[in-house]
């Protein structure tokens, strides 16, 4: 739970110091040409607080540039309340609450809330999930607006999610423009490490990619099999029951350019959640480490 009483939360001084410490936890370096050692602080002026100098390429910087922070007329203490509030929140928090909390415009936090679910992503190199020994269910699911009760089985107008769960690891999620043994297939060789058990439910474009894992077994759902002995895909249901609540309780409208970041975010809090022992406090500061290099201009969410 958010402490109200940090000092984070409220004194600019104190937050750019916390921001400081995550990013720069061996001193400062210059975010334009990457010196180390030519760097200086240019005063202690309350005007000029944390703003550096970097006497090798002579421009002058802060904690904030080269961040999703970066020339933001949005106080510190107020993006790092927000990252909190998203990080904890299971099922997300709505750029309309945080409207209300922040006492900011809507639109502002609009493009915070995605700022903050570009700090979320993994990093250029993540590994691929499962192993020797481990095992990784796949499945698919689809989010939208129903069209009427003669339709409610469709779904053309849905947008289609691929999700990839190890049991007790993380989770990574895909919106596909359809769903397909090729599409399928690459997703789960680029992914998932070919040592893996794959466990999938009856469709057939698991069928042939299956063949390439260490095992592969499938559930039929239609004949109301959802578990055979190790064989299901309970894991991967309960992440895609919690991801429809809150796109549904709490988001409720998502435009289909969005969608990879909001499964971005319900990715991030899934991965490190309670369960493997990663705390609210520890979340945020993961969060908090992956803000450099991921500055989203307004044109770009569109």
């Not at 309340?81 to 998203?86: E, K, P, R, S, W």
């Not at 998932?192 to 009856?202: A, F, H, N, P, Q």
């Not at 499964?263 to 493997?276: M, P």
Request: some cysteine.
């Amino acid at each position: 739970m958010t402490d109200l009483t940090n000092p984070i939360y409220s004194d600019s001084d104190a937050a750019r110091k916390h921001l400081e410490a995550i990013r720069w936890p061996d001193g400062p370096f210059c975010p334009h040409c990457g010196e180390l050692e030519n760097v200086i602080k240019l005063s202690d002026d309350s005007k000029a607080a944390g703003l550096l100098h970097c006497r090798a390429c002579r421009k002058k910087f802060s904690v904030t540039v080269g961040t999703i922070f970066e020339r933001s007329h949005i106080p510190l203490p107020k993006w790092l309340f927000a990252v909190d509030l998203m990080t904890a929140g299971k099922k997300g928090v709505s750029s309309h609450q945080l409207h209300r909390m922040l006492g900011i415009t809507y639109k502002s936090a609009w493009f915070m809330s995605h700022r903050i679910r570009e700090a979320m992503k993994e990093g250029a190199w993540p590994g691929p999930l499962g192993g020797d020994g481990k095992t990784v269910e796949a499945d698919e699911t689809f989010i939208g607006q129903k069209e009427g009760r003669k339709k409610r089985r469709s779904f053309h107008h849905k947008h289609a999610v691929v999700s990839l769960v190890e049991r007790g690891g993380k989770v990574r999620s895909f919106h596909v423009e359809r769903i397909n043994a090729k599409i399928v297939r690459d997703i789960l060789v680029e992914q998932v490490d070919r040592k893996s058990d794959l466990m999938t439910d009856e469709a057939k474009y698991y069928v042939r990619p299956g063949q390439e894992f260490a095992k592969h077994e499938s559930v039929n759902h239609s004949e109301e099999e959802y578990v055979r002995g190790d064989a299901h895909t309970n894991t991967a249901e309960g992440y895609f029951s919690i991801f429809k609540r809150g796109m549904v309780g709490i988001y409720q409208h998502c435009g289909q350019q969005h969608l990879k970041r909001y499964l971005t975010e319900f990715d991030f809090r899934y991965s490190n959640r309670a369960a493997l022992g990663i705390d609210d406090e520890t979340r945020a500061l993961l969060a908090l480490k992956g803000i450099e290099g991921r500055r989203l201009t307004y044109r770009r969410t569109h």
